[in-house]
């Protein structure tokens, strides 16, 4: 449990941070370990949709890769909606901050 930043402090950036409240989640003991192999190198609903991804996310039930609320499909969202599976973790290079869509909160 801790605080977490949500946007990097840099010399000459505003001053004002963003913080984000991490939490103990029950349905983080529930994952698997190892974490599951990405089952894509990209969200397989963009491609198809011809879309592009803004960020992607790693479903950590399944392996499922889809895109960020910020990108036009929403589609780790709609993997949650779809399959319950409640945390996922940015798939983005040297990021490896989880959420969980259950209880709405960094863990």
């Known amino acids: 449990m801790g605080f977490v930043p949500s946007v990097p402090f840099r010399r000459g950036a505003s001053r004002r941070r963003t913080l984000a409240i991490m939490i103990e989640c029950p349905h983080v003991a529930e994952m698997p370990r190892p974490e599951p192999v990405p089952l894509h190198a990209t ?3 963009c491609l198809a949709e011809g879309t592009n991804p803004v960020q992607l996310r790693l479903c950590l039930s399944c392996g499922h890769v889809g895109c960020c609320d910020s990108s036009r499909g929403r589609h780790a969202s709609g993997h949650f ?27």
Do not use: K, N
């Open 43 to 45: 969200c397989p609903e």
């Open 81 to 107: 909606s779809a399959t319950g599976h409640p945390v996922m973790r940015s798939f983005e290079p040297g990021e490896a901050w989880r959420w969980c869509f259950v209880d709405e909160s960094l863990v």
